[in-house]
């Protein structure tokens, strides 16, 4: 028994030195001896380094040295402080998940973007008994407040928003084909408002909306306030042209809206215009004339003198592009250049048809024979480009001289190539008598204007085979 005493004495006697071992260095970092020790380094400044002296203050002032804590409690030392930097620190953005009943289910959409804040901060240097102690940051105002981001879940079934996007769009076609401004804004981007007034101008704005609308869900760009979700594609019956108009969702008012509705109403295609009949236009300059579509007997254009060789009545424009025509064609060598023939009036194109007709029944032809023939080289009253304003024959020779007469080549020649530069085409070239129902005539030119007739020069009007002026001009529609 003695000898078991003897063993565990000294075992115990060890593990309670440890242990009081233990406790004092737990209690060391905030015993009164360490804190005072630290007061002895701070106020004879023998701590090592400013790391050190850091530490010394955070162990008498708290978790860290800070002004409030250096006013309060001095304990006997000499304390200063100085600002030794400005700088700008970053105030981080938070982020927060949520959803939103109205956007399609599990697409997500951020509303607003985050972006950190800033602050400026005051780096300040901490001089104990004169010796430098510790650095601490001073935040002295923020500069922007942190922008904290809001992330949205969609929840709504997609099925269900193809049809209340489907009712929309049907909406909006009634509110257009009603003219009806502030219900249709009501499905519109505010962008798109100041389209509105153009769309109520289009002249078979019903025609156009006479379509199948197909509503498809896509997730597409996003941007600040707006995100694309899908489209609406309009198909019409008898056009191969289809629509597509992208579908906005207004991330600020969680709503949905329309872009570019004007765009995809215009390149729908227009409603056929009839293939023959009398013409009903009031400016009928760019109207196709010909076999198949008449002015009435009432359209008389404004017309004023040609002012160059040969004289006539034409229109102001046409007046203009007919001595530009003729300067140009000096400058070139043409020395002979003349207006055989101008405006025409119904009545004067009837008189001038039936001496044609009753020409051609002197060569033994019946009166419809007669009528046939006259036709191929001379329109029927209603049915000339002379009734326009706009036309004009002419001549490289003087008088008395005709059309085929060869003097007339270097002119024929000038107006198939620079004619079109001043706007002035070529109403029946060679080779299009098959579809014009005219026989070749170079020196019948009619003025459309220069951007027109540049543009049919380039489709080669004058070499291409069933291309021609009213061919052009009916798929215009300008009239």
Not at 59 to 79: D, R
Not at 303 to 329: C, S
Request: charged share 20%; net charge neutral.
């Amino acid at each position: 028994m003695m000898k078991l005493r003897e063993v565990l004495l000294p075992i115990l006697i060890g593990i309670a030195t440890i242990g009081s071992l233990g406790m004092f260095l737990w209690e060391w970092p905030t015993s009164p001896l360490h804190k005072g020790i630290a007061w002895h380094q701070l106020r004879t400044g023998s701590f090592a380094s400013v790391e050190n002296g850091q530490h010394a203050l955070t162990l008498l002032y708290g978790e860290a040295p800070n002004q409030t804590a250096l006013q309060k409690k001095s304990l006997g030392l000499t304390i200063t402080e100085t600002i030794v930097e400005t700088k700008e620190v970053a105030l981080p953005f938070t982020v927060e998940t949520s959803t939103d009943p109205t956007f399609p289910a599990e697409w997500e959409y951020t509303f607003p973007a985050g972006h950190d804040g800033f602050a400026e901060v005051e780096v300040r240097e901490v001089q104990v008994n004169g010796k430098i102690t510790a650095y601490y940051d001073h935040s002295t105002r923020i500069l922007t407040a942190p922008l904290h981001e809001k992330r949205f879940i969609g929840e709504k079934v997609h099925a269900e928003l193809t049809k209340q996007l489907t009712d929309n769009w049907n909406s909006l076609k009634t509110a257009l084909s009603k003219k009806q401004q502030n219900t249709a804004e009501s499905f519109l981007l505010a962008t798109d408002f100041g389209t509105l007034a153009s769309i109520f101008k289009i002249s078979d704005l019903a025609y156009r909306l006479e379509h199948t609308a197909s509503v498809s869900l896509a997730l597409g760009e996003e941007s600040e306030f707006l995100i694309q979700i899908g489209t609406v594609t309009l198909q019409q019956k008898n056009c191969t042209t289809k629509a597509t108009i992208p579908l906005y969702y207004l991330k600020d008012q969680q709503q949905y809206r329309l872009g570019n509705v004007l765009t995809a109403l215009q390149s729908l295609c227009a409603k056929p215009k009839p293939t023959s009949g009398v013409l009903s236009c009031k400016n009928c300059w760019l109207a196709p004339v010909s076999k198949n579509f008449a002015l009435p007997s009432s359209y008389i254009p404004y017309v004023v003198a040609t002012g160059v060789t040969g004289g006539g009545y034409v229109t102001p424009d046409t007046r203009t592009a007919l001595q530009k025509l003729f300067a140009d064609a000096k400058a070139n060598g043409i020395s002979v250049m003349r207006v055989s023939s101008s405006y025409r009036s119904y009545t004067t194109q009837q008189s001038l048809f039936n001496s044609y007709v009753n020409n051609e029944r002197k060569k033994g032809l019946t009166y419809e024979q007669a009528v046939v023939k006259a036709n191929t080289y001379s329109a029927k009253p209603g049915h000339s480009e002379h009734q326009l304003g706009t036309t004009v024959d002419i001549m490289g020779c003087n008088y008395p001289c005709n059309f085929y007469d060869s003097k007339n080549t270097p002119v024929y020649t000038y107006l198939h190539n620079n004619a079109h530069k001043f706007g002035l085409i070529i109403s029946y070239p060679n080779g299009s008598e098959p579809y014009t129902g005219y026989t070749y005539e170079p020196w019948h030119i009619r003025y459309i204007g220069v951007t027109r007739a540049q543009e049919l020069y380039n489709r080669g009007y004058l070499t291409k085979t069933g291309y021609y002026l009213q061919q052009y001009l009916s798929e215009k529609g300008e009239y």
